[in-house]
């Protein structure tokens, strides 16, 4: 089946139970997938047992505050995979 059309700011996708199959690749279940905002949607198919699937939509920039990522100041975001000097 055609996903959800990512119509906001991107979407997850999760395989919660079974197996799902996009592209001929198998994704078990805790799989995650990331579509990009204006991505199209993957064509996704069950396994032979089914799949339980979670979509997850982020919403669209906005003029509401926050709503946009790249408008967030980062003065307190550590990326955890840089360790910082002296540490």
């Known amino acids: 089946a055609q996903a959800p059309a990512s119509a906001g700011g991107g979407q997850y996708i999760l395989v919660c139970a079974g197996t799902l199959f996009q592209d001929?690749?198998?994704m078990a279940a805790d799989s995650l997938m990331r579509i990009?905002?204006?991505e199209?949607?993957?064509l996704l198919q069950a396994g032979p047992d089914?799949?339980?699937?979670?979509v997850m939509q982020f919403?669209?920039?906005?003029e509401r505050p926050g709503s946009d990522?790249?408008?967030l100041k980062r003065d307190g975001y550590v990326d955890r995979h840089v360790?910082?000097?002296g540490e």
């Open 40 to 42: 199209p949607a993957p």
């Open 36 to 38: 990009e905002a204006g």
């Open 83 to 85: 360790v910082p000097s």
């Open 69 to 71: 990522p790249s408008k």
């Open 24 to 26: 001929g690749k198998a």
């Open 59 to 62: 919403a669209r920039p906005s």
């Open 50 to 54: 089914g799949a339980e699937v979670l």
